[in-house]
Nanobody
Framework: QVQLVESGGGLVQAGGSLRLSCVVS????????MAWYRQTPGQERELVAG???????DYASSVKGRFAISKDNAKNTLYLQMNSLKPEDTAVYYC????????????????WGQGTQVTVSS
C-alpha cells in the first residue's frame, strides 16, 4: 500500500514562499503520475498541480506562474515550490499518486496522507 508523508507547510506572510515535500513509499514512484491537492474547511479538495511520468506539468489557473511542481525519482519525493503566496492559498495541502492521469484529475483516491497546513497571513 502506498504511503504518503507531506511536510514543509507553515505560517508565512503574503508574498512569501514555501516548499512542500511529499515522500512516497510502497509504490512505483517513477511509473506514476503525481499531484498536489489542497482543501479548506467546508470545501472539496481541489487539484493544484500535477506532473506526469514524463515530467509534463499542469496547474490550476489560480496558481499558474506562482507554483512549480517537480519530482526526484531517486528520492521518491514530490515537491511543490510556492512563491508569491496569497491568503487564499491557505489550506491543507495533500499529495497523491496514480498510474492514470484521469485518476489524478478526478482525485478519486481511497487513501490520503495527513497533509501539511499552509497558512498565509495578509
Amino acid at each position: 500500500q502506498v504511503q504518503l508523508v507531506e511536510s514543509g507547510g507553515g505560517l508565512v506572510q503574503a508574498g512569501g514562499s514555501l516548499r512542500l515535500s511529499c515522500v512516497v513509499s510502497g509504490g512505483i514512484f517513477a511509473a506514476n503520475a503525481m499531484a498536489w491537492y489542497r482543501q479548506t474547511p467546508g470545501q472539496e479538495r481541489e487539484l493544484v498541480a500535477g506532473i506526469t511520468v514524463g515530467g509534463s506539468t499542469d496547474y490550476a489557473s489560480s496558481v499558474k506562474g506562482r507554483f512549480a511542481i517537480s519530482k526526484d525519482n531517486a528520492k521518491n519525493t514530490l515537491y511543490l515550490q510556492m512563491n508569491s503566496l496569497k491568503p487564499e492559498d491557505t489550506a491543507v495541502y495533500y499529495c497523491n499518486t496514480a498510474p492514470l492521469w484521469s485518476t489524478i484529475v478526478r482525485g478519486t483516491f481511497t487513501s490520503w496522507g495527513q497533509g501539511t497546513q499552509v497558512t498565509v497571513s495578509s
